[in-house]
Every structure is written in structure tokens, then in C-alpha cells.
């Protein structure tokens, strides 16, 4: 899959330049063959592009407006599954490591929900596009405080821990992409496209091993419901339509 950065608006020339070094991509100045996707930034904020399926809707993640925006804002302990699953209650707000940080809007959920959240994402491109979209959100007067909350890295999760061995979360979390029809909280179009961006994430159950000695309290893994288990038998499940949560708890 290759991608590029274009530059469709000069305004942007100088972040579009940035960004081209930072993730290693050539920057170009108008579409042709070479490349599969588009990463383009304007007055709305960096967007991914396809140049190979018209059907594909640009991508481009936003905590300030739109349906994501408007469900956080609306998010309380009593409704979201993950609350549940995180067992966020009044007094109860863990700092949390995200490590499949992805469109990041679990993590952002978490932190709606008042929890801390560190969140790492190795895809360059999809760092890039959260990176952004944090940048913009911390601009905006109404998820200003919102993002004080979180942290995004650009890393694996694996090396990410035997870069930080002494680290203790009180909880982890990780969402890997499932490699079949999986249903996650996104519009069915994006995720065709995020998917063909970061593939199925088949090694998953590695990270599962490198978080082991991370957490104080908890692991939560996100499975579509009747996917098989990423590893051995949980402490317990939460079920829901169309996901379920495994509960790793740390012996106490
Ligand atoms: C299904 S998405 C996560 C969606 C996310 N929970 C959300 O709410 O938007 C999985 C993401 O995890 C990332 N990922 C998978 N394995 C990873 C690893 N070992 N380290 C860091 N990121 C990883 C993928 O690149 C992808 O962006």
C-alpha cells in the first residue's frame, strides 16, 4: 500500500513537509497512479484519501464535531459498556494504557468517563491522523480539558514496554483489529478503509504476553461477541450486541 502527502492548499505546505519527514512518505503536488492513498490537510484537518476506490469516504478523526464529538459529550458511566468493563464508578478512575490506540475514540471515551489515558499507536499514518485530531481538540474550548487527560504515542506496544519496564498501569487496554468482519464502533466505509490500512492485527496475543507484569488492577480486551479468545481464559466476560470485553483481573 503506498501512500503519499498532497498538497492541495499552499497554506499547509510547511506542515505538509513536516509531516512527509516525520512518517518518511514522499510529498507530491497533484494525484496520479503511483500511490494508493492521500494524506492531504486542510482548513478541516489532515484527511486520508483514496485514490483507488471512489466508494471510500475520506478519513478524518474529530473529537470537536460530528458523531464522535456528540457522543462524547453525551457519555456517562451509567450508559457506556466500557465503564462496565473498566468497573468506573464514582471515585474509581484508573489511569489507563491504550495500547491499540487506533481512531482513538475508546481512549478518548475513558478520559470523557474521567479516567487518565496513555494511548499508543504503531500505524505512522493513523498516529498521524490522531495526532491531528488531538492537535485540533486541544484548540477548541469544549475538549480543551478533555485532552490534558491523554497521551498518544507513536510505538508498539511491545516495544513500547521494554522501552518503559518499570511502568504500572492501573489498567490496560487493547482493541486489535480482528481479522473478519469485525464490528467495531465505526461507519462500515471507514473501516473498509482503515482496515485495508492497518491490516488484521495477528499479533495480538504478543502484546497480551508483554503487558503481563503492566497492570495493577486489570486488563480489558475488546473482541467482536463471538470471536475466539486472543488468550487464555478470562476472570469474566461482558457481552454486549455486537462486542464483548475479557476481564483479565490480577490476583489479589
Ligand atoms: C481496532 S483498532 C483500535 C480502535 C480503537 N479502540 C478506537 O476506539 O478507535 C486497532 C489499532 O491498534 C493498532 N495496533 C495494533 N497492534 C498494535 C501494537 N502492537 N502496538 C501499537 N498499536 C497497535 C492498529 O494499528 C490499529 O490502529
Do not use: W
Amino acid at each position: 500500500m503506498t501512500v503519499a502527502i498532497l498538497i492541495k492548499n499552499t497554506q499547509f505546505l510547511e506542515k505538509s513537509q513536516r509531516l512527509a519527514e516525520s512518517i518518511k512518505q514522499p510529498l507530491v503536488e497533484s494525484i496520479t497512479d503511483d500511490y494508493h492513498y492521500y494524506l492531504v490537510y486542510s482548513s478541516a484537518g489532515l484527511t486520508l484519501e483514496s485514490n483507488i476506490d471512489d466508494g471510500f469516504k475520506p478519513l478524518l478523526i474529530d473529537f470537536t464535531h460530528g458523531k464522535t464529538a456528540q457522543r462524547l459529550q453525551q457519555a456517562s458511566i451509567r450508559k457506556e459498556a466500557i465503564a462496565k468493563a473498566f468497573s468506573l464508578h464514582k471515585g474509581k478512575r484508573p489511569y489507563i494504557l491504550d495500547c491499540t490506540a487506533g481512531l482513538g475514540r475508546d481512549a478518548m471515551l475513558l478520559a470523557k468517563l474521567g479516567c487518565r489515558v496513555d494511548m499508543i499507536e504503531r500505524s505512522p499514518i493513523v498516529h498521524a491522523l490522531l495526532a491531528d485530531a488531538l492537535e485540533r481538540a486541544r484548540e477548541e474550548p469544549n475538549t480543551m480539558e478533555l485532552t490534558k487527560q491523554v497521551q498518544l504515542y507513536h510505538d508498539d506496544a511491545q516495544s513500547y514496554f521494554e522501552k518503559h519496564p518499570n511502568t504500572h498501569y492501573d489498567a490496560i487496554y487493547l482493541d486489535p483489529m480482528f481479522p473478519e468482519k469485525k464490528k467495531c464502533a465505526l461507519a462500515q466505509k471507514e473501516m473498509q478503509l482503515f482496515k485495508k490500512l492497518v491490516g488484521a492485527d495477528l499479533d495480538a496475543h504478543l502484546i497480551f504476553a508483554a503487558c503481563q507484569n503492566h497492570y495493577k488492577d486489570r486488563l480489558v480486551i475488546k473482541r467482536p461477541r463471538l470471536a475466539p479468545l486472543l488468550a487464555q481464559q478470562p476472570s469474566y466476560q461482558l457481552s454486549g450486541k455486537a462486542n464483548r470485553f475479557d476481564i483479565y483481573l490480577t490476583a489479589s
